[in-house]
């Protein structure tokens, strides 16, 4: 592993403890911690977030998808985030996912693949409606829905990405994704700017060949947007640095002629921070995640 994803693993479980310190379970909320959805014992992992009260059998669901420069985090990183969710009406699904180095592409996505069969399996179980499914992704998490929302809507993405890994297990459960929120994303893995120098290290650790040029083009999110991609809701903010990959995605969604909606958080004063609605005593994020909640629920 990199200094650099060394380095990463250290400061933002520093910086994720701090921010989430104090937090305890919502008692409005019931939680299902430690499922097992593939076989891997430590990673293969999630957790589901329902409100304790609700009008309906079914619940609509959204899938989180951890950022983490895609050699740290976990769904502990991400449970108050999630539970915030679900406490909007809507069920949960919070998995972790085998991190690289350890575990290099396309690993990431074999588990994502696993955890929508996993919802299709334990849908009764878990009183999930399967006709109203989002994810929402952020940071590499957002890199790697986007991957995965077009390895289910791109046939030819899909063959591209099984030859170029025939030993991987990529499933598709057929459940079809209502629309998708992505947040703070790298999406554009072709282009670096001044903004973001690390991508190429980090691309030591995240894929096999470190970044061949064939690499790159199976993990280039911007360029595998086709028309059946779902929806999306697309944000960055003042102080993400990443909000130039913000654009680059709203190219490609404009050119493949996909809905989507754009928003701006923050000021030059006030300019909040990558990642900032993962932030529970942060009005600014609250106001975030009830701008994606309110926007998925337009498809229900």
Known sequence: MSEYSDRVRVEFACGDKERDKGLETPKDIVRFDNISYGTDEKFNLLDVYKPVKTSVKLLPVIVIIHGGAWVYGDKEVYQFYGMSLAERGFAVV???YRLAPENRFPAQIEDICSVFDWIAENADKYCLDITNIFAVGDSAGGHL???????????KYAAELKRAYPAAELSCSGLKLKAIALNCGKYDMERFSELDPNTPIILMDFLNDG?????????NATALITGDYPPVFLMTC???????????????????SVPFVYRFYGTDKDPL????????RLKEGIKCNDDECEYFKEFI
């Open 238 to 256: 003042a102080g993400d640095f990443l909000k130039c990959q913000a654009t680059l995605m709203v190219e490609a969604l404009m050119d493949a």
């Open 211 to 219: 970044g061949s040029r064939d690499e790159l083009k199976l993990v």
């Open 273 to 280: 921070g990558h990642v900032f609605h993962c932030n529970m």
């Open 94 to 96: 919070n998995p972790s």
């Open 145 to 155: 829905l986007s991957l995965y929302t077009s390895f289910i809507t791109n046939d």
